[in-house]
């Protein structure tokens, strides 16, 4: 109802009083608070201070030009609303409160949780019974009570013995973040009482005062004579008592009845495993207990009552708790109830990596306040055989993986390495959650994968946190192979091109290269490629060094110091602007497979020169070309040569020369185009100093 004019005496006494504003404790608005909602606010205000109170939502003046608040109301009001709340205290004393918020209505049609959201858009209100379910969809995240805390979507109840009736606020979103809904829980006891209590002709006040009700009637306390009592009676409920009655026309035989007052008892509070809070009578199995109603009135009886919250909430306060005895009412206690489910805060992990994407060891911790268990669970290691398909949804799937079993640990003692696996990738996932007496927390999750094995190369991709994966490729060979470095022993999948910085990069890992769709490796003026006790495996790659002006473009494409490279299947041109060679093997191994070499130069070159060196050709074609060239030179070492057509261009040139090595060439067509003069009866494809051992079957030697 509107309130058009203030009562001129409250005016004049909060003048008088305005000094001792100060000691006025603010008004308690349970809803609608500061913030922006998609839905329309009940408004909620403790009135248990007595008085009278006054809203508009306009800012103008309640206590002149607002509405009465009597009861919990929907505010019909969206955008940016300026709640102004005034409270007319008994004594006359006036205060105002503000609260400033702005609706945006939304019914998250065709949204998931949609019908939850119906529930309570039209009226901000939902009704809750205790000992039922309450549903907030797995796609939303809560937090009750104006806490700080948003969870996860769950079922939520409230155990069956609750007595307690409260305004429970309540704020939804989507679990990916967006819009926020605010609403009211009402909160009722579970009716299942007993609904018997007796009338009788006397009624008891503050436990040890008589009133006798019925004036027609004789009484007598215990063994007293019958009288008819003027006046109340004062009594020591210390011990029990038995009050007696009877028509006042006495006659013998006449019926009697009577109704007996135990000794007072005690309340015992009792905190259940489940967080309630339940009190029982003490001593007499004659006492049953009730709390008021919305109607103000005590009508279940019951042997225990018990108080309780929502997980995520909050309670405390007194609960009046009506006492009867056989039904007759005694007498009323106050009892206190603090009771604290609010999530102790979720485990901290703390690791040595950020990321998902681990190429190394993974040192994981997880702590939590030492006030609180710890417990966690670890998935077993999930090895990923095709990582080629290791994207978004892939990851997203094994993220749904199961953990298995929690276990309990110190609240700051679990410390854990996780190791890679040389076979592939392995995927792992950890959960965990701290535990008071009470509650516990959201479960915290971090799942990773360690993967020291596969990697990802795309000239094309972003670069944008590369790390080697799948899903973000690299797309730079240097930082590529320096990440390689630190692992043992990879496959690198090579998509387009890659193309060298004009430095050596030094190899320290096992490396295979695959051809991931029109992989080639673009050697510049001073690129090289150094492996060092490592091995460089290239599989069906394709190999390219353009001519250069500068003549000190003498690097060799790729140096073995005690390491080992094998091409396969691989398509090699490399054209140097002076000299030049493509393989310099120092004490490392050459396996040359199914290739096709190309190499090119001014005054020298050769496919490969080697020192100490294991090398073996089979099923290859190349050729050289400078004014002196060679296909292979060993100095001391092992050649095997099957099956292979090598090529030499030159003015002076031998297919290969071996100083102190050991060779045997097998089924190899040799073929020089040299000078005329150079193919005089005493020149060989193959020369071999005295200090070499050369085993030659079945090759066929031409010379142009």
């Not at 308690?28 to 606010?41: E, F, L, M, R």
């Not at 409230?158 to 967006?178: F, H, T």
């Not at 892939?394 to 609240?411: C, D, H, M, R, W």
Request: net charge negative; glycine share 6%.
């Amino acid at each position: 109802m509107k309130r058009s004019v203030k009562k001129l005496v409250s005016v004049l006494i909060f003048l008088m009083t305005a000094g001792l504003s100060n000691l006025i404790a603010e008004i308690n608005v349970i809803n609608p608070v500061k913030g922006v909602w998609a839905n329309k606010q009940m408004l909620v205000i403790d009135t248990s201070e007595g008085g009278e109170f006054y809203y508009s939502v306009d800012g103008s003046n309640p206590a002149n030009f607002g509405f009465f608040y009597d009861r919990p109301v929907l505010l019909d009001v969206e955008g940016d609303v300026n709640l102004k709340i005034s409270h007319v205290r008994p004594d006359g004393r006036d205060e105002t409160v503000e609260v400033r918020y702005s609706v945006n209505t939304d019914r998250a049609e065709n949204k998931p949780y949609s019908d939850f959201i119906s529930t309570f858009y039209d009226t901000g209100l939902v009704n809750y019974t205790s000992g039922t379910v309450f549903s907030i969809p797995a796609e939303m995240n809560f937090k009750m009570n104006n806490s700080t805390e948003f969870m996860h979507g769950i079922d939520l109840s409230i155990s069956e013995k609750n007595v307690l009736s409260r305004y429970v606020p309540c704020v939804v979103r989507p679990a990916e973040g967006g819009k926020s809904w605010r609403f009211i829980i009402k909160t009722f006891p579970h009716v299942a009482g007993l609904n018997n209590t007796r009338k009788v002709p006397i009624k008891i006040e503050d436990w040890e005062t008589v009133v006798f009700t019925d004036k027609n009637l004789l009484y007598k306390i215990d063994d007293e004579y019958w009288s008819m009592p003027l006046e109340n009676r004062h009594i020591d409920r210390s011990r029990p008592h038995i009050v007696s009655w009877q028509n006042v026309d006495f006659q013998k035989g006449s019926a009697i009845d009577f109704c007996i007052l135990p000794a007072k008892p005690k309340i015992k509070t009792m905190l259940e495993r489940d967080g309630t809070t339940s009190f029982v009578v003490e001593g007499d199995s004659s006492y049953t207990m009730s709390v008021k109603g919305d109607n103000n009135r005590y009508s279940e009886l019951y042997s225990q009552l018990g108080a309780d919250v929502f997980y995520g909430d909050n309670a405390e306060g007194l609960l009046k708790v009506g006492l009867f005895s056989s039904s007759v009412y005694q007498g009323e206690i106050s009892v206190s109830y603090n009771i604290d489910k609010r999530a102790p805060e979720v485990p901290k992990i703390s690791s040595d990596f950020e990321g998902f994407y681990s190429r190394r060891n993974v040192r994981l911790g997880v702590e939590t306040d030492s006030k609180n268990k710890l417990f966690i669970a670890v998935s077993r290691p999930l090895l990923i055989k095709d990582v080629t398909k290791l994207n978004d949804e892939v990851i997203n799937a094994l993220k749904q993986t199961s953990v298995g079993n929690f276990k309990e640990y110190k609240p700051n003692g679990y410390q854990n390495e996780f190791l890679p696996n040389d076979a592939g990738a392995l995927f792992y996932k950890i959960q965990a959650y701290s535990q008071n007496e009470i509650t516990k927390s959201q479960t915290v999750e971090y799942s990773f994968i360690i993967d020291s094995y596969n990697y990802f190369f795309d000239s094309e991709s972003s670069g944008k946190n590369a790390d080697g994966s799948a899903a973000h490729p690299y797309n730079n060979i240097k930082e590529c192979l320096e990440d390689i470095n630190s692992c043992t022993s990879v496959k690198l999948r090579l998509k387009g091109n890659a193309e060298f910085p004009p430095e050596a990069i030094r190899l320290v890992s096992d490396c295979e290269i695959l051809n991931d769709g029109n992989a080639t490796l673009i050697f510049n003026e001073g690129s090289s490629i150094q492996i060092d006790k490592s091995t460089l495996s290239l599989n069906n790659i394709r190999i390219q060094k353009e001519k250069v002006l500068s003549e000190n473009d003498l690097i060799p494409l790729f140096s073995l110091n005690n390491g080992t490279l094998e091409l396969k299947n691989c398509e090699l041109s490399a054209d140097f602007a002076k000299n030049g060679t493509v393989i310099d093997a120092s004490s490392g191994v050459v396996k040359v497979f199914d290739s096709i070499a190309s190499v090119n130069a001014v005054t020298y070159s050769s496919f490969i020169s080697s020192m100490n060196s294991y090398l073996i050709l089979r099923d290859s074609v190349i050729n050289t070309s400078a004014d002196t060239s060679v296909v292979i030179s060993a100095t001391k070492g092992n050649v095997d040569s099957i099956s292979n057509q090598f090529k030499v261009s030159a003015k002076t040139g031998r297919i290969a020369e071996l100083f102190g090595a050991k060779g045997d060439f097998e089924k190899n067509v040799f073929k020089c185009d040299l000078p005329q003069n150079q193919n005089s009866d005493g020149f060989v494809m193959v020369f071999a100093n005295k200090d070499s051992v050369l085993k030659e079957l079945d090759n066929s030697d031409y010379a142009d």
